[in-house]
Protein backbone atom coordinates (compact mmCIF):
# COMPACT_ATOMS: atom_id res chain seq x y z
CA UNK A 1 0.00 0.00 0.00
CA UNK A 2 1.37 3.77 -0.66
CA UNK A 3 0.73 6.94 1.07
CA UNK A 4 -1.39 7.78 -2.80
CA UNK A 5 -3.39 5.14 -2.34
CA UNK A 6 -4.64 5.58 1.08
CA UNK A 7 -4.91 9.27 0.36
CA UNK A 8 -6.98 8.62 -2.75
CA UNK A 9 -9.22 6.29 -0.08
CA UNK A 10 -9.68 9.18 2.06
CA UNK A 11 -10.06 11.79 -0.49
CA UNK A 12 -13.37 9.64 -1.87
CA UNK A 13 -14.43 9.40 1.63
CA UNK A 14 -13.77 13.09 3.18
CA UNK A 15 -11.45 12.51 5.60
CA UNK A 16 -8.82 14.60 5.97
CA UNK A 17 -5.66 14.11 7.09
CA UNK A 18 -4.62 15.99 10.69
CA UNK A 19 -1.00 15.38 10.82
CA UNK A 20 1.35 13.33 8.93
CA UNK A 21 5.02 12.15 10.23
CA UNK A 22 7.32 9.73 9.73
CA UNK A 23 8.34 7.33 11.99
CA UNK A 24 11.28 6.65 14.50
CA UNK A 25 14.25 5.35 12.76
CA UNK A 26 12.56 6.92 8.91
CA UNK A 27 10.94 3.52 8.51
CA UNK A 28 7.12 4.36 7.06
CA UNK A 29 4.93 6.81 7.56
CA UNK A 30 1.85 7.74 10.42
CA UNK A 31 -1.65 9.51 8.98
CA UNK A 32 -3.55 10.86 11.95
CA UNK A 33 -6.70 11.61 10.73
CA UNK A 34 -9.26 14.26 11.82
CA UNK A 35 -11.28 11.13 12.92
CA UNK A 36 -9.15 10.21 15.42
CA UNK A 37 -7.99 7.06 13.44
CA UNK A 38 -4.26 5.95 12.90
CA UNK A 39 -3.11 4.69 9.67
CA UNK A 40 0.60 3.20 9.82
CA UNK A 41 2.42 2.62 6.93
CA UNK A 42 5.43 1.40 6.07
CA UNK A 43 8.00 1.90 3.51
CA UNK A 44 7.96 -1.89 2.58
CA UNK A 45 4.24 -1.49 1.85
CA UNK A 46 2.64 -2.63 5.18
CA UNK A 47 -0.18 -1.12 7.16
CA UNK A 48 -2.02 -1.32 9.92
CA UNK A 49 -4.95 0.87 10.88
CA UNK A 50 -6.38 1.36 14.71
CA UNK A 51 -8.67 3.64 16.42
CA UNK A 52 -12.41 3.22 17.41
CA UNK A 53 -13.69 4.82 14.10
CA UNK A 54 -11.45 2.66 11.78
CA UNK A 55 -14.11 -0.31 10.28
CA UNK A 56 -14.72 1.89 7.34
CA UNK A 57 -11.53 2.91 6.50
CA UNK A 58 -9.99 -0.69 7.15
CA UNK A 59 -12.78 -2.04 4.87
CA UNK A 60 -11.74 0.48 2.18
CA UNK A 61 -8.14 -0.09 2.13
CA UNK A 62 -8.52 -3.77 2.49
CA UNK A 63 -10.30 -3.78 -1.01
CA UNK A 64 -7.23 -2.53 -2.51
CA UNK A 65 -4.84 -4.36 -0.04
CA UNK A 66 -5.04 -6.95 2.94
CA UNK A 67 -3.97 -4.79 6.01
CA UNK A 68 -0.62 -5.88 7.86
CA UNK A 69 -1.10 -8.91 10.83
CA UNK A 70 0.99 -8.26 13.63
CA UNK A 71 -0.32 -11.18 15.16
CA UNK A 72 1.11 -13.31 12.15
CA UNK A 73 4.34 -11.38 12.07
CA UNK A 74 7.53 -14.12 12.10
CA UNK A 75 10.32 -11.34 13.67
CA UNK A 76 11.76 -10.98 10.56
CA UNK A 77 12.76 -7.34 10.30
CA UNK A 78 11.67 -6.12 6.51
CA UNK A 79 13.66 -4.57 4.15
CA UNK A 80 12.88 -0.98 3.36
CA UNK A 81 12.08 -0.44 -0.35
CA UNK A 82 14.45 1.18 -2.65
CA UNK A 83 14.21 4.93 -3.47
CA UNK A 84 12.81 5.54 -6.47
CA UNK A 85 14.72 8.19 -8.27
CA UNK A 86 13.69 11.69 -8.48
CA UNK A 87 13.07 13.41 -11.55
CA UNK A 88 15.42 15.97 -12.72
CA UNK A 89 13.55 18.83 -14.84
CA UNK A 90 15.05 19.68 -17.89
CA UNK A 91 14.56 23.52 -18.68
CA UNK A 92 12.94 24.29 -21.93
CA UNK A 93 14.47 27.73 -22.03
CA UNK A 94 18.13 28.84 -22.18
CA UNK A 95 18.75 30.67 -19.04
CA UNK A 96 20.73 34.25 -19.06
CA UNK A 97 24.29 34.10 -17.99
CA UNK A 98 24.45 34.99 -13.75
Do not use: C
Not at 11 to 21: D, E, G, P, S, W
Not at 55 to 73: C, N, V
Amino acid sequence: MTIDQVEAVLHLANIKIALRHRFAFDTGTILRLENLVIINLFDDGRYYVQGSNSAGILAALSDIEAPWDPEKWDGEMPRQAAAAPVPVPVPTKRLNNM
